[in-house]
């Protein structure tokens, strides 16, 4: 046993806190988990993690996804390949912010009162106390990070790369700034991309207001969910093959409250009315539509079309304001200043109501954007915000030729073909399914609005000022050009991008970017300029920077770039080589929401700047880890379960092989939680409560279930901020019984491990020959090959559940229930059956590894030193960690070895038989049968030696003869009759009968079943051939079976 290792004692129980910090720093302390940039021509596997947002501690979800990468990395550095998972975390730009702020009003001030640089800071320590637990979590749950290579979005390497994309974005005409109506989220104050926002729906109304005609002919009825936003009104629009209406084109109405004219104009886009249609919107429609271009993306597009002015009636904050863009405000509409749209509605529908212009109000239910962060109705709104042009082939075509052909359809007809440049046709989706969904979003795509109302993030590089259009640094010839294109100047030749926007009739928008310094030195200039000089002259000449900053996710789509180094990775000795060596990584394993948030965007920006090289090759979607009512686990809802409370009630490994076990490709994963009182240690269910939103949480202070006098605080109270956790109401940790599987898994390996190593005598080395073996040597060891071959099977395909069902199958019952039971009675004197012991609790100990690595690791040194012999069907080469040796590579005879396993399926068959007959006479563990069985059924217990007497509890074994008691009990097996003999009590023949009775039915529907299979053409059409033998070989079974069992019957008659 080596010096430096934590166990050197193997304890009778396993308690997993008594070993998992010391085994952390062991790995540590050894940089088992260190990547390099080339490792002696071994293959590279690499991850970077789905940077977690540090605006709160992990949870359980975020286990799943690390744990699954855990796996991974752990299987991949055992199987020969240079490893590196890269960890890092994300800035969350919005998210953090909101955050900050909440803390900040709770102390009595506002960002605003503190100034940006305050804030920043303050944002800054935020980031270092959450980022501090984050790591600390993923140690504890034994992520095998390479933790000396964490990165952050915002630290300078990424930093660096974030202004270098946006540098050559905007110089290649990719980046523009434009006015545009934008999702705008109101309460955090910023621009969202299109997919930020949620679609919920929402039970509301649909109004009918009465718009009269300004001829005084009447009026028209619009039909509408938003009222408060007719103040902005610039038309009112029929379908052009609506006859009712139609004569009414042309025409002018006088819009109420506002006293505004507006025309009534015919578009296509407006749906007819239609009470008897199936379609919702038809059935409530009134045919006549208002039109407010600057509230609603629909009505902008209208508004294109037809040159209708946009009239902005509400600010930022989505109260009704004059200060946006709206000027003819009567005396009227001013009393509707300063109210937020919802009061708003109110008084609209009221002043309505009032001047007999309400005709109608339905419930309406209708889908409504929201924010994916503040979970408030996103408001659509008129502003000037800078953009990716995602839409270019260069982009959105890169992306979806990206995909592997056999996954989707075929490509759209705006796109270019695939060719042969490296990456096209190269990703691929696990499960399958979901390249669909990235092949779908990229068909209705828009341009990616990226600029951020907000203080912390990456703040955008562009310098700007207004000028006259006279003094413009080139002639206009695009009338009315509402988005920025780039132009050559002078600045361009001291390393900046110049783009020019017209902004009204006689100014124009100049926008200058600044690439960061180590892009600068390596632009052929006449005259080299730092980055600060360069600023400098730009800020002489009247420019000033744009305040907002980058959507998170333009750093994000860059991860798996900058946490190399890229564009320049020789300037960081810390990532020289990686981008050369590790991109593209091994896989992606992240959420289906993020499909289109970060995915999509990853293949683009690193195809884009890596001239066609993929970010990875595989992506795996995994499943959702919800709570106990089907709510997804998440920091912002304040529901999610900390693993530090699973691993405190349970233990890491038991945490990780239950997550594991739980990941199916075709469910999420749903965890009911119970909360521990700290008071008592007693798990209870805890009460929950409805948040504003409707979402069900742990209510904030919870009562001991002992005594009710004892208060704790909830996880959800203490996230949320409305209880804080002191000595009399102490915060209360989560548990779950659902982790007892991963718990009694590990506790099993480590009872077996104990007792075998009690039965192995450490003796010299000695000289194993496995063809002489008893067969249950020969079969562990065709059983671990077997296991070994589809465990890597699994991971190859992502198959999660089934690698951990395939561990658990062999472990627990193939080593611990069949094999250490088979051997009790010979092993103590034999020395080689010792010796395979050995190797099989050795090879156990790897296999178990990836999803269970600190029981493993804590019982390595007490295996290996116990292992002094070498089997020469096994490689296990001797390391001294575990984390960094070889996977088992076993090579037994594949033809004997499946002669083995065909045997053994038959000696299993008939120990579960007698074990069923055994439990149904009520025979007691211990108590010894006699077997009497035909020769065939003989020669499989001789071949055996003595596999199944053990298991089956059997004394003796004879020849079965016509002079058999027919009071022993009668089985058929194989289509044979066997009897049992030897129970304590007499044998009931009725119940014998009986039990008879129900066979020969059972065994009838597997016939028919069987024969009806085989005679449905589609069936033997589709199926594959192997399938169909096999159901003919079941076939022949079940009428064998049959026909014992009626013979048993007869002669019971």
Same mark, same amino acid.
């Given at each position: 046993?080596?010096?430096?290792?934590?166990?050197?004692?193997?304890?009778?129980?396993?308690?997993?806190?008594?070993?998992?910090?010391?085994?952390?720093?062991?790995?540590?302390?050894?940089?088992?988990?260190?990547?390099?940039?080339?490792?002696?021509?071994?293959?590279?596997?690499?991850?970077?993690?789905?940077?977690?947002?540090?605006?709160?501690?992990?949870?359980?979800?975020?286990?799943?996804?690390?744990?699954?990468?855990?796996?991974?990395?752990? &299987?991949?550095?055992?199987?020969?390949?240079?490893?590196?998972?890269?960890?890092?975390?994300?800035?969350?730009?919005?998210?953090?912010?909101?955050?900050?702020?909440?803390?900040?009003?709770?102390?009595?001030?506002?960002?605003?009162?503190?100034?940006?640089?305050?804030?920043?800071?303050?944002? #800054?320590?935020?980031?270092?106390?959450?980022?501090?637990?984050?790591?600390?979590?993923?140690?504890?749950?034994?992520?095998?990070?390479?933790?000396?290579?964490?990165?952050?979005?915002?630290?300078?390497?990424?930093?660096?790369?974030?202004?270098?994309?946006?540098?050559?974005?905007?110089?290649?005409?990719?980046?523009?700034?434009?006015?545009?109506?934008?999702?705008?989220?109101?309460?955090?104050?910023?621009?969202?991309?299109?997919?930020?926002?949620?679609?919920?729906?929402?039970?509301?109304?649909?109004?009918?207001?009465?718009?009269?005609?300004?001829?005084?002919?009447?009026?028209?009825?619009?039909?509408?969910?938003?009222?408060?936003?007719?103040?902005?009104?610039?038309?009112?629009?029929?379908?052009?093959?609506?006859?009712?209406?139609?004569?009414?084109? *042309?025409?002018?109405?006088?819009?109420?409250?506002?006293?505004?004219?507006?025309?009534?104009?015919?578009?296509?886009?407006?749906?007819?009315?239609?009470?008897?249609?199936?379609?919702?919107?038809?059935?409530?429609?009134?045919?006549?539509?208002?039109?407010?271009?600057?509230?609603?993306?629909? $009505?902008?597009?209208? *508004?294109?079309?037809?040159?209708?002015?946009?009239?902005?009636?509400?600010?930022?904050?989505?109260?009704?304001?004059?200060?946006?863009?709206?000027?003819?405000?009567?005396?009227?509409?001013?009393?509707?200043?300063?109210?937020?749209?919802?009061?708003?509605?109110?008084?609209?529908?009221?002043?309505?109501?009032?001047?007999?212009?309400?005709?109608?109000?339905?419930?309406?239910?209708?889908?409504?954007?929201?924010?994916?962060?503040?979970?408030?109705?996103?408001?659509?709104?008129?502003?000037?915000?800078?953009?990716?042009?995602?839409?270019?082939?260069?982009?959105?075509?890169?992306?979806?030729?990206? #995909?592997?052909?056999?996954?989707?359809?075929?490509?759209?007809?705006?796109?270019?073909? +695939?060719?042969?440049?490296?990456?096209?046709?190269?990703?691929?989706?696990?499960?399958?399914?979901?390249?669909?969904?990235?092949?779908?979003?990229?068909?209705?795509?828009?341009?990616?609005?990226?600029?951020?109302?907000?203080?912390?993030?990456?703040?955008?590089?562009?310098?700007?000022?207004?000028?006259?259009?006279?003094?413009?640094?080139?002639?206009?010839?695009?009338?009315?050009?509402?988005?920025?294109?780039?132009?050559?100047?002078?600045?361009?030749?001291?390393?900046?991008?110049?783009?020019?926007?017209?902004?009204?009739? $006689?100014?124009?928008?100049?926008?200058?970017?600044?690439?960061?310094?180590?892009?600068?030195?390596?632009?052929?200039?006449?005259?080299?300029?730092?980055?600060?000089?360069?600023?400098?002259?730009?800020?002489?000449?009247?420019?000033?920077?744009?305040?907002?900053?980058?959507?998170?996710?333009?750093?994000?789509?860059?991860?798996?770039?900058?946490?190399?180094?890229?564009?320049?990775?020789?300037?960081?000795?810390?990532?020289?080589?990686?981008?050369?060596?590790?991109?593209?990584?091994?896989?992606?394993?992240?959420?289906?929401?993020?499909?289109?948030?970060?995915?999509?965007?990853?293949?683009?920006?690193?195809?884009?700047?890596?001239? *066609?090289?993929?970010?990875?090759?595989?992506?795996?979607?995994?499943?959702?880890?919800?709570?106990?009512?089907?709510?997804?686990?998440?920091?912002?809802?304040?529901?999610?379960?900390?693993?530090?409370?699973?691993?405190?009630?349970? *233990?890491?490994?038991?945490?990780?092989?239950?997550?594991?076990?739980?990941?199916?490709?075709?469910?999420?994963?749903?965890?009911?939680?119970?909360?521990?009182?700290?008071?008592?240690?007693?798990?209870?269910?805890?009460?929950?409560?409805?948040?504003?939103?409707?979402?069900?949480?742990?209510?904030?202070?919870?009562?001991?279930?002992?005594?009710?006098?004892?208060?704790?605080?909830?996880?959800?109270?203490?996230?949320?901020?409305?209880?804080?956790?002191?000595?009399?109401?102490?915060?209360?940790?989560?548990?779950?019984?659902?982790?007892?599987?991963?718990?009694?898994?590990?506790?099993?390996?480590?009872?077996?491990? +104990?007792?075998?190593?009690?039965?192995?005598?450490?003796?010299?080395?000695? +000289?194993?020959?496995?063809?002489?073996?008893?067969?249950?040597?020969?079969?562990?060891?065709?059983?671990?090959?077997?296991?070994?071959?589809?465990?890597?099977?699994?991971?190859?395909? &992502?198959?999660?559940?089934?690698?951990?069902?395939?561990?658990?199958?062999?472990?627990?019952?193939?080593?611990?229930?069949?094999?250490?039971?088979?051997?009790? !009675?010979?092993?103590?004197?034999?020395?080689?059956?010792?010796?395979? %012991?050995?190797?099989?609790?050795?090879?156990?100990?790897?296999?178990?590894?990836?999803?269970?690595?600190?029981?493993?690791?804590?019982?390595?040194?007490?295996?290996?030193?116990?292992?002094?012999?070498?089997?020469?069907?096994?490689? %296990?080469?001797?390391?001294?960690?575990?984390?960094?040796?070889?996977?088992?590579?076993?090579?037994?005879?594949?033809?004997?070895?499946?002669?083995?396993?065909?045997?053994?399926?038959?000696?299993?068959?008939?120990?579960?038989?007698? +074990?069923?007959?055994?439990?149904? #006479?009520?025979?007691?563990?211990?108590?010894?049968?006699?077997?009497?069985?035909?020769?065939?059924?003989?020669? %499989?217990?001789?071949?055996?030696?003595?596999?199944?007497?053990?298991?089956?509890?059997?004394?003796?074994?004879?020849?079965?003869?016509?002079?058999?008691?027919?009071?022993?009990?009668?089985?058929?097996?194989?289509?044979?009759?066997?009897?049992?003999?030897?129970?304590?009590?007499?044998?009931?023949?009725?119940?014998?009968?009986?039990?008879?009775?129900?066979?020969?039915?059972?065994?009838?529907?597997?016939?028919?079943?069987?024969?009806?299979?085989?005679?449905? !053409?589609?069936?033997?059409?589709?199926?594959?051939?192997?399938?169909?033998?096999?159901?003919?070989?079941?076939?022949?079974?079940?009428?064998?079976?049959?026909?014992?069992?009626?013979?048993?019957?007869?002669?019971?008659?």
């Amino acid at each position: 046993m080596t010096e430096n290792h934590p166990s050197k004692k193997l304890a009778k129980s396993y308690i997993p806190s008594e070993a998992e910090e010391a085994i952390s720093a062991l790995w540590s302390q050894v940089g088992a988990f260190q990547s390099k940039a080339a490792s002696n021509n071994r293959k590279p596997y690499s991850i970077v993690i789905p940077p977690p947002n540090v605006t709160a501690a992990l949870h359980l979800g975020h286990a799943l996804n690390n744990t699954i990468q855990d796996v991974l990395i752990r &299987y991949h550095r055992m199987a020969g390949f240079a490893t590196m998972w890269m960890p890092g975390t994300d800035h969350a730009g919005i998210a953090t912010q909101a955050v900050v702020e909440k803390r900040l009003l709770n102390d009595g001030t506002s960002r605003l009162e503190i100034g940006r640089d305050a804030f920043i800071q303050r944002t #800054q320590e935020w980031k270092d106390e959450y980022e501090g637990i984050i790591i600390d979590q993923l140690i504890a749950m034994g992520a095998s990070c390479d933790f000396d290579r964490t990165r952050f979005t915002m630290d300078e390497i990424c930093a660096n790369a974030v202004r270098h994309a946006f540098y050559t974005l905007f110089q290649d005409g990719l980046i523009y700034r434009g006015k545009r109506l934008v999702n705008w989220d109101p309460v955090s104050m910023t621009a969202l991309a299109d997919d930020e926002v949620e679609m919920e729906e929402v039970e509301g109304f649909m109004w009918y207001l009465k718009y009269p005609l300004d001829d005084g002919s009447g009026h028209v009825t619009v039909a509408t969910t938003r009222p408060e936003t007719m103040l902005g009104d610039t038309a009112v629009a029929v379908n052009p093959n609506d006859s009712l209406a139609n004569d009414l084109v *042309g025409k002018m109405v006088r819009l109420p409250i506002v006293n505004r004219l507006i025309p009534i104009i015919a578009d296509d886009y407006v749906i007819m009315a239609d009470p008897e249609s199936e379609d919702s919107k038809a059935r409530y429609a009134s045919g006549f539509l208002k039109v407010t271009p600057a509230h609603d993306p629909n $009505d902008w597009d209208i *508004g294109l079309r037809h040159d209708l002015p946009v009239i902005n009636i509400m600010g930022p904050d989505a109260k009704i304001s004059n200060h946006y863009g709206w000027e003819d405000i009567s005396e009227e509409s001013s009393k509707f200043i300063g109210l937020t749209r919802e009061e708003a509605r109110e008084a609209v529908i009221d002043w309505f109501n009032g001047n007999n212009l309400l005709e109608e109000i339905r419930p309406y239910t209708h889908s409504v954007g929201h924010s994916y962060r503040s979970h408030v109705p996103i408001e659509p709104w008129l502003s000037s915000q800078w953009y990716v042009a995602v839409t270019d082939d260069r982009l959105r075509g890169s992306a979806l030729r990206a #995909q592997n052909e056999s996954q989707v359809p075929p490509l759209p007809d705006d796109v270019t073909i +695939r060719s042969d440049l490296k990456g096209d046709g190269d990703l691929s989706f696990a499960p399958q399914r979901y390249a669909r969904t990235y092949h779908s979003w990229h068909e209705g795509i828009r341009d990616w609005c990226i600029s951020r109302q907000l203080w912390w993030g990456h703040q955008i590089p562009v310098w700007v000022r207004l000028v006259p259009v006279e003094k413009s640094p080139v002639p206009l010839n695009t009338e009315g050009l509402d988005v920025g294109i780039t132009i050559e100047s002078e600045w361009t030749l001291k390393g900046a991008a110049h783009m020019i926007r017209e902004i009204g009739d $006689d100014m124009i928008e100049e926008a200058i970017c600044v690439p960061p310094e180590n892009t600068l030195k390596r632009i052929d200039l006449n005259t080299p300029i730092s980055e600060i000089e360069l600023i400098s002259q730009i800020e002489d000449e009247g420019f000033t920077r744009d305040p907002d900053v980058l959507d998170t996710w333009f750093s994000s789509a860059l991860w798996p770039l900058s946490t190399m180094g890229w564009p320049w990775p020789e300037d960081f000795p810390e990532t020289e080589g990686l981008l050369e060596f590790y991109n593209p990584t091994s896989v992606l394993s992240t959420a289906r929401e993020i499909i289109t948030l970060w995915v999509s965007r990853m293949v683009m920006f690193n195809r884009y700047f890596l001239n *066609g090289q993929l970010p990875f090759e595989d992506v795996f979607i995994h499943a959702m880890v919800q709570d106990g009512h089907g709510q997804k686990m998440s920091k912002s809802l304040g529901n999610g379960v900390d693993p530090r409370d699973i691993i405190f009630s349970h *233990g890491a490994d038991a945490m990780r092989f239950t997550l594991v076990q739980m990941t199916t490709d075709t469910q999420d994963v749903r965890m009911p939680v119970e909360m521990v009182c700290p008071h008592t240690g007693i798990a209870f269910k805890p009460e929950f409560v409805a948040t504003p939103e409707g979402y069900l949480v742990a209510a904030p202070i919870q009562s001991s279930p002992e005594d009710g006098t004892k208060k704790m605080v909830s996880a959800y109270g203490a996230t949320s901020g409305s209880a804080e956790p002191d000595d009399l109401t102490p915060l209360a940790r989560n548990t779950s019984s659902k982790f007892d599987l991963g718990r009694n898994f590990a506790n099993k390996l480590w009872n077996a491990t +104990r007792f075998a190593l009690g039965r192995i005598d450490t003796s010299p080395d000695i +000289r194993i020959s496995l063809d002489s073996r008893p067969f249950a040597d020969r079969w562990i060891v065709a059983r671990l090959a077997k296991t070994v071959t589809a465990l890597e099977s699994a991971l190859a395909s &992502y198959q999660f559940n089934t690698f951990a069902d395939t561990l658990y199958d062999f472990v627990w019952h193939d080593v611990c229930d069949r094999y250490l039971e088979v051997i009790k !009675p010979t092993i103590d004197n034999d020395p080689q059956q010792q010796a395979i %012991l050995a190797n099989i609790l050795d090879a156990v100990l790897r296999i178990m590894h990836p999803v269970c690595p600190f029981v493993t690791e804590t019982l390595w040194p007490h295996v290996r030193e116990a292992k002094r012999s070498d089997l020469d069907e096994i490689a %296990l080469p001797d390391s001294e960690i575990l984390a960094v040796a070889d996977w088992p590579k076993v090579t037994p005879d594949n033809l004997s070895s499946n002669e083995i396993l065909e045997t053994f399926e038959r000696a299993n068959n008939l120990v579960g038989l007698l +074990r069923s007959a055994r439990a149904e #006479q009520k025979v007691k563990p211990k108590q010894m049968i006699q077997l009497h069985v035909s020769r065939t059924i003989h020669d %499989l217990l001789d071949s055996t030696n003595g596999f199944i007497e053990v298991l089956a509890g059997i004394e003796e074994v004879t020849i079965l003869d016509k002079t058999a008691d027919l009071k022993s009990t009668l089985l058929t097996f194989e289509g044979e009759e066997i009897r049992i003999s030897g129970l304590v009590n007499e044998v009931d023949l009725e119940a014998q009968k009986n039990r008879l009775t129900k066979l020969v039915e059972d065994k009838r529907k597997q016939v028919t079943g069987f024969q009806t299979r085989l005679k449905n !053409p589609g069936y033997l059409q589709n199926a594959k051939p192997d399938v169909i033998a096999e159901t003919r070989k079941m076939l022949q079974e079940a009428e064998a079976d049959l026909l014992a069992a009626e013979n048993s019957l007869r002669n019971l008659e």
